[in-house]
């Protein structure tokens, strides 16, 4: 597999289950994001790995709460979501220090909350 | 802090025609500059950035864009429409040294007819 892998591609969940967005990335990058893609606002980063170290979280809710265990993957769990959560989560990766600054995406997670 | 403005939430051309987004940004610093597609159901794709140099920027499916300076501006141009060019298009702007997080315009919605 190459690029950017994110699973699953569609979920549907209640608010009260608790899942997790799964995101590997075969690029070899050092650094991770997610991103929330909701129907009526732009892009809006959420969190920044860098080194498998959480370098920005921006004002997220609690009830979003991610994991990087190594430098390939990227866990977004959830819980107790409400319906305005539901959106279009991407997740991406870039080489820090590298000179490229461009960031690679997934296809993304469609979430429904119900 | 850094901004992005993109003039147009939908543009619609005729295939063959030119097509023009208009990107302008805000920045305190030397910015970075990104043009990322979204098609429908899928992540979003790099068409082309401007980092140092050279103001004119060519990406792929045939699309350009240049930087001015002068104008804080960093629109993308296309030649001559295609059918397969019906997307929606963010421009993006990120900082050397901040971790390439990216700031995102609202987009644009790219409409294509014959």
């Known amino acids: 597999e190459t690029g950017v892998t994110q699973t699953p591609r569609h979920l549907v969940m209640g608010m009260t289950n608790k899942k997790s967005l799964k995101c590997e990335q075969h690029l070899g990058h050092n650094a991770m994001y997610w991103y929330k893609q909701s129907a009526k606002k732009p892009l809006e980063l959420m969190f920044v790995?860098?080194?498998?170290?959480?370098?920005e979280n921006n004002s997220v809710p609690s009830r979003f709460s991610p994991e990087c265990p190594n430098s390939s993957h990227l866990f977004l769990h959830l819980h107790t979501l409400q319906p305005e959560d539901s959106a279009l989560y991407l997740c991406a990766s870039s080489q820090l220090g590298s000179g490229n600054t461009e960031a690679f995406f997934g296809q993304g997670t469609r979430l429904t909350v119900v | 802090a850094q901004s992005v403005t993109q003039l147009g939430s939908h543009v619609s051309v005729s295939e063959g025609a030119l097509v023009l987004l208009r990107c302008n940004y805000s920045?305190?610093?030397?910015?970075?500059l990104f043009w990322y597609v979204q098609y429908p159901n899928q992540g979003l794709q790099l068409l082309l950035k401007y980092t140092t140099g050279a103001t004119l920027v060519k990406g792929i499916n045939g699309f350009e864009a240049e930087f001015k300076k002068s104008e804080t501006s960093f629109h993308l141009t296309k030649p001559s429409a295609h059918m397969s060019d019906a997307a929606e298009y963010f421009c993006a702007v990120t900082l050397s040294g901040g971790y390439n997080k990216l700031i995102f315009g609202a987009g644009t919605r790219l409409a294509v007819h014959p």
């Open positions: 790995y860098s080194l498998e170290e959480r370098v």
């Open positions: 920045s305190s610093v030397p910015p970075y």
